[in-house]
């Protein structure tokens, strides 16, 4: 039976509380013992791995992050700081509007430019338009400027108020190898060579512990190559990992459960599926 300690504030995120509650029910499983969790990374200890997990007089380190395109991560970054972020208000129109966004391209020209695209749009009695739209593409200006600012589809909607504009931004993440269980220790190999993963092998590496788990939530929009691959098999080949790091977990949610997928050099790969509590993961959280 797995618990968590008073240790425990209401500051841990659902997603890596889920973490948390999977990471000790498996190794209670490993061990044979009563495993709790206990969040770490608190006031004064920022900068510190998430959470411990207990056995005994025995503590182990775990460490909570996102296996995520690192592309579409940048992209988001950038719109979050220079886009006008998932809605905004256009004076003058006369209808409400969706605009779906590669967030590949230039925050600044869309944010500037939208306003009056928009409302040419309406004066030419254009309700609809998009990247692929053949039929106006090269000979209507604002259609395509829409398409060099990363418009996907741009679309009139019944119901909100005139002026409210709706963004989507969808990435286009390429097309990946899905046939190959081992495309997964290879996606982990590139990925652990990031900055910010080797800045959690460096948190686990002062906990000063043994046994140093990284687990990474896979991203569900931009790593659907994993759960592909997964589907395959479990991967033959082990994966560069930073010694730093003793155990690396990929968990990736199906409905009521979590495919947990996890490596280590002393048992190498295994796979689990845990039960997942309703709402305990949010993979909008800051990876």
Known sequence: MTKRTSGVTPSVSPREQAAA???SALRAQDLGLPVNWEQWDTPPRQGAHDFWLQHGT???ALEVTTLIDQHATTDAMHWQKRGPGFSTTVPGLSSAWMVMVDPAFNARTLTAGLPGWLRSLERDGIG???RWDTARMYVHPVTTALAAA???IASVV????????ALAYLSGVPSRPAGDPNHIAKTLTEALTLPRHVGDAAKLNRSGVTDRHLFMWVDPVTRLDIGRALGEGIPTVDPIVDPRI???WLGLPTGDNVDVLRWSSRAGWRYAQVPLRSGSTNHHDNP
């Open 128 to 130: 609809e338009t998009g």
């Open 246 to 248: 003793t155990d690396v």
């Open 21 to 23: 509650e999977v990471a």
């Open 58 to 60: 025995i503590q182990e």
């Open 158 to 165: 019944p119901g909100p108020p005139a002026g409210e504009v």
């Open 150 to 152: 990363g418009v996907m």
